[in-house]
């Protein structure tokens, strides 16, 4: 899942997901936590590429790579909690 802003780490990272085979189901940045939180408990993305600035939304997740204003995280696919 990547979670999309109009930047330099958002169109790099969406390059290296595509070139590594990666489907992608691409959400605005900007959507809701409650809503973001049910399509993640209903496609339960292995990965999620998010902006720096949504970093505690994820910080159950492993960090797997930094770039730029963005972070790889790995998910364990087990339900998200509403915080």
Known sequence: MMLCEN???ALSGY???LNGGHP?????AGLPGDMRRQIM???RPGLVFAPK????DFAHMRV??????????????EPVEKQ
Do not use: K, Q
């Not at 992608?24 to 605005?28: C, D, E, N, P, R």
């Not at 600035?53 to 505690?56: N, Q």
């Not at 797997?64 to 696919?77: A, G, P, T, W």
């Open 7 to 9: 930047s330099v780490g």
């Open 15 to 17: 390059a290296a997901l």
């Open 24 to 28: 992608m189901l691409m959400l605005s």
């Open 41 to 43: 408990n209903a496609y």
């Open 53 to 56: 600035s949504l970093r505690g």
């Open 64 to 77: 797997l790579r930094e770039i730029d204003d963005y972070v790889l995280f790995e998910s364990r696919r």
